[in-house]
């Protein structure tokens, strides 16, 4: 018996048991429950054309489902959380099992969550697997927006996208602090109190604020039940709204993918929702969920039993944000304190105010603002549904890097205080350290940022002109040595070919046909100086022209026998090259240093 007959008669084997019978018309007992739910909603349609719909493979796409997840997360878990949580602070003596704590006084909030983390089983294990998905539900959407940005998915036609990440990001910093302030511990209670006293610095109206948000004076009885309305209610319905809203979007514009073979602005090489995505997500799903729950079983945080409940007149020491919004304590530490001033009887404390209040709306204006900026600048119209390789985009990259630079020395900045202490420093030395970094150290990220994507663009030039050092030495039939560069594929090649590279924009006269002065010509000359700021160090792509030149000695076996002259400033065969002295990697010969 011949190898194909036995692999035929196995495969036959493992298939004996398949069922062969007709399928049940209508589709059986799941087919009727469809067919009756598409007559009477008509989602036929709908549900096809999701399980159709195609998604690209990468790993980076991801991050975006992590904080979908995330989000999941915290809504099961939120919900068990608020069957034993008591938002109230009313005085209450605790009794608990927790005997440090037993018999002192302490809100019933306070008392609800030690009730929660020790008497309660699995208590603790959801509090901290709802306090680490939280933090992991913020972090998955910054880098998710730094994914976007970097690769240029903010552009025609998901600007308004980006600005839904935008407000969701916003959003979950804002969710988070609220959370994290109802335990009404020592540490939360803290937080609270600087919060009271960032609505105070507003001008005029900050009393007034304050007063209504807690009911009367600080602390008042009024700030966590309003707090627990706002953050179980009111920011949920929000954030599930954004969240739907933005894969709405993304089904409608359809999915970003990374340049390679077979990919055009026109289609998307993926796979379907059914049944491969469905599967890989749904396995995503409890992977995130698996290691959550890991993390929080083994690490603990906010550990309220050990700092007490609050107390107006105490505070915790080296007390700390969470980290994201460790960059707004850092601002108002490095603000300079001439920002305060007295002004028509009135204190004017800016110091507090920009900081704390000013700082977040104006940054957030400022990343919104800039997809429609950039389109400004080059002119593009397009719609873009491949992404571009940060290193194409030298000068985007580099201000989003100066941007990271900015958050993360404002973020170093919120624990001045902490590295004075254990590195024994003064705080003022590290402070104005830091102020000084805070200006100059994001002009030297973007000037290195930029260059590094310049130079990298330069060598998958060269790499695509000359191919790939193999480490093969060839010998000539003049006795001169050379390495056998290796060709790419077109595989390979593609995706350092296959991108745009804007030329700046021309300066157009700033007169009309008739000799008068066009109103547009001042705002055209600033286009096209921001033009020639984004795009005048550009390296453009290989054509295919260039490429064919690059590798015009198909039968160069034969050339060098017959033209051994013309090998010797020619591209040997195999890939390997002859370098001239006038090229960057080339040295002189006795005959070039002659000339």
């Given at each position: 018996?011949?190898?194909?007959?036995?692999?035929?008669?196995?495969?036959?084997?493992?298939?004996?048991?398949?069922?062969?019978?007709?399928?049940?018309?209508?589709?059986?007992?799941?087919?009727?429950?469809?067919?009756?739910?598409?007559?009477?909603?008509?989602?036929?349609?709908?549900?096809?054309?999701?399980?159709?719909?195609?998604?690209?493979?990468?790993?980076?796409?991801?991050?975006?489902?992590?904080?979908?997840?995330?989000?999941?997360?915290?809504?099961?878990?939120?919900?068990?959380?608020?069957?034993?949580?008591?938002?109230?602070?009313?005085?209450?003596?605790?009794?608990?099992?927790?005997?440090?704590?037993?018999?002192?006084?302490?809100?019933?909030?306070?008392?609800?969550?030690?009730?929660?983390?020790?008497?309660?089983?699995?208590?603790?294990?959801?509090?901290?697997?709802?306090?680490?998905?939280?933090?992991?539900?913020?972090?998955?959407?910054?880098?998710?927006?730094?994914?976007?940005?970097?690769?240029?998915?903010?552009?025609?036609?998901?600007?308004?996208?980006?600005?839904?990440?935008?407000?969701?990001?916003?959003?979950?910093?804002?969710?988070?602090?609220?959370?994290?302030?109802?335990?009404?511990?020592?540490?939360?209670?803290?937080?609270?109190?600087?919060?009271?006293?960032?609505?105070?610095?507003?001008?005029?109206?900050?009393?007034?604020?304050?007063?209504?948000?807690?009911?009367?004076?600080?602390?008042?009885?009024?700030?966590?039940?309003?707090?627990?309305?706002?953050?179980?209610?009111?920011?949920?319905?929000?954030?599930?709204?954004?969240?739907?809203?933005?894969?709405?979007?993304?089904?409608?514009?359809?999915?970003?993918?990374?340049?390679?073979?077979?990919?055009?602005?026109?289609?998307?090489?993926?796979?379907?929702?059914?049944?491969?995505?469905?599967?890989?997500?749904?396995?995503?799903?409890?992977?995130?969920?698996?290691?959550?729950?890991?993390?929080?079983?083994?690490?603990?945080?906010?550990?309220?039993?050990?700092?007490?409940?609050?107390?107006?007149?105490?505070?915790?020491?080296?007390?700390?944000?969470?980290?994201?919004?460790?960059?707004?304590?850092?601002?108002?530490?490095?603000?300079?304190?001439?920002?305060?001033?007295?002004?028509?009887?009135?204190?004017?404390?800016?110091?507090?105010?920009?900081?704390?209040?000013?700082?977040?709306?104006?940054?957030?204006?400022?990343?919104?603002?800039?997809?429609?900026?950039?389109?400004?600048?080059?002119?593009?119209?397009?719609?873009?549904?491949?992404?571009?390789?940060?290193?194409?985009?030298?000068?985007?990259?580099?201000?989003?890097?100066?941007?990271?630079?900015?958050?993360?020395?404002?973020?170093?900045?919120?624990?001045?205080?902490?590295?004075?202490?254990?590195?024994?420093?003064?705080?003022?030395?590290?402070?104005?350290?830091?102020?000084?970094?805070?200006?100059?150290?994001?002009?030297?990220?973007?000037?290195?940022?930029?260059?590094?994507?310049?130079?990298?663009?330069?060598?998958?030039?060269?790499?695509?002109?000359?191919?790939?050092?193999?480490?093969?030495?060839?010998?000539?039939?003049?006795?001169?040595?050379?390495?056998?560069?290796?060709?790419?594929?077109?595989?390979?090649r593609w995706p350092l070919v296959a991108y745009e590279s804007p030329a700046p924009v021309e300066l157009t006269s700033e007169t009309d046909e008739n000799g008068v002065h066009r109103k547009s010509a001042r705002k055209d000359r600033m286009r096209a100086r921001l033009s020639h700021y984004y795009f005048k160090d550009r390296v453009e792509p290989v054509t295919p022209m260039e490429l064919a030149s690059a590798h015009h000695d198909g039968h160069a076996g034969e050339e060098i026998e017959s033209h051994p002259d013309e090998a010797e400033s020619g591209h040997m065969h195999g890939g390997a090259e002859e370098i001239g002295a006038a090229h960057a990697y080339g040295h002189p010969t006795p005959h070039d240093k002659?000339?």
């Amino acid at each position: 018996m011949s190898e194909q007959t036995k692999a035929r008669s196995t495969a036959d084997a493992l298939r004996a048991d398949d069922k062969k019978d007709a399928p049940a018309a209508g589709g059986g007992p799941v087919g009727a429950v469809g067919n009756w739910l598409d007559e009477r909603t008509g989602a036929a349609k709908g549900v096809r054309y999701l399980m159709k719909k195609v998604f690209p493979d990468h790993w980076s796409f991801m991050l975006g489902e992590i904080a979908m997840y995330s989000l999941v997360i915290l809504l099961i878990s939120g919900t068990f959380l608020t069957f034993w949580f008591v938002p109230s602070m009313g005085e209450t003596t605790y009794t608990g099992s927790y005997v440090p704590l037993k018999g002192m006084q302490m809100s019933e909030a306070f008392a609800s969550t030690v009730n929660i983390s020790m008497d309660v089983k699995g208590g603790l294990l959801i509090r901290q697997i709802h306090h680490w998905s939280a933090l992991i539900f913020v972090v998955s959407i910054a880098l998710h927006m730094f994914r976007v940005f970097f690769t240029g998915a903010f552009r025609k036609p998901r600007e308004i996208n980006w600005i839904i990440g935008l407000l969701l990001a916003m959003l979950a910093m804002v969710e988070g602090f609220i959370g994290y302030s109802l335990p009404d511990d020592l540490l939360s209670g803290t937080g609270i109190r600087a919060m009271q006293g960032f609505i105070l610095s507003i001008p005029v109206v900050g009393t007034y604020m304050s007063y209504i948000l807690f009911g009367g004076g600080f602390p008042g009885e009024d700030i966590i039940p309003r707090f627990f309305t706002i953050h179980v209610l009111l920011l949920p319905a929000i954030l599930v709204g954004l969240f739907t809203a933005h894969i709405i979007l993304v089904m409608v514009h359809k999915h970003t993918q990374y340049p390679g073979p077979g990919r055009t602005n026109k289609n998307v090489v993926g796979f379907p929702m059914m049944p491969v995505y469905a599967a890989k997500a749904g396995g995503f799903f409890f992977i995130v969920f698996g290691v959550t729950a890991l993390i929080s079983g083994l690490v603990s945080i906010n550990p309220i039993w050990m700092y007490g409940p609050y107390e107006p007149t105490m505070i915790t020491a080296g007390s700390q944000p969470d980290w994201y919004m460790g960059f707004a304590d850092g601002a108002l530490r490095l603000l300079p304190g001439f920002l305060e001033f007295n002004l028509f009887g009135k204190t004017w404390s800016f110091n507090i105010m920009i900081g704390a209040i000013l700082m977040i709306p104006i940054l957030w204006t400022i990343m919104g603002l800039y997809p429609f900026v950039e389109k400004w600048v080059t002119g593009d119209n397009e719609e873009h549904h491949i992404l571009d390789r940060p290193r194409n985009r030298p000068t985007r990259t580099g201000l989003g890097m100066a941007a990271i630079t900015f958050y993360g020395i404002l973020f170093a900045a919120c624990g001045n205080d902490i590295i004075a202490i254990k590195f024994h420093l003064s705080i003022n030395d590290i402070t104005r350290s830091f102020q000084i970094g805070l200006i100059v150290m994001p002009i030297i990220v973007f000037w290195v940022v930029k260059r590094m994507c310049l130079s990298l663009q330069r060598y998958d030039r060269d790499l695509v002109l000359h191919g790939r050092e193999s480490g093969r030495l060839v010998r000539t039939n003049r006795g001169r040595f050379f390495e056998a560069h290796e060709d790419l594929s077109e595989f390979e090649r593609w995706p350092l070919v296959a991108y745009e590279s804007p030329a700046p924009v021309e300066l157009t006269s700033e007169t009309d046909e008739n000799g008068v002065h066009r109103k547009s010509a001042r705002k055209d000359r600033m286009r096209a100086r921001l033009s020639h700021y984004y795009f005048k160090d550009r390296v453009e792509p290989v054509t295919p022209m260039e490429l064919a030149s690059a590798h015009h000695d198909g039968h160069a076996g034969e050339e060098i026998e017959s033209h051994p002259d013309e090998a010797e400033s020619g591209h040997m065969h195999g890939g390997a090259e002859e370098i001239g002295a006038a090229h960057a990697y080339g040295h002189p010969t006795p005959h070039d240093k002659q000339d």
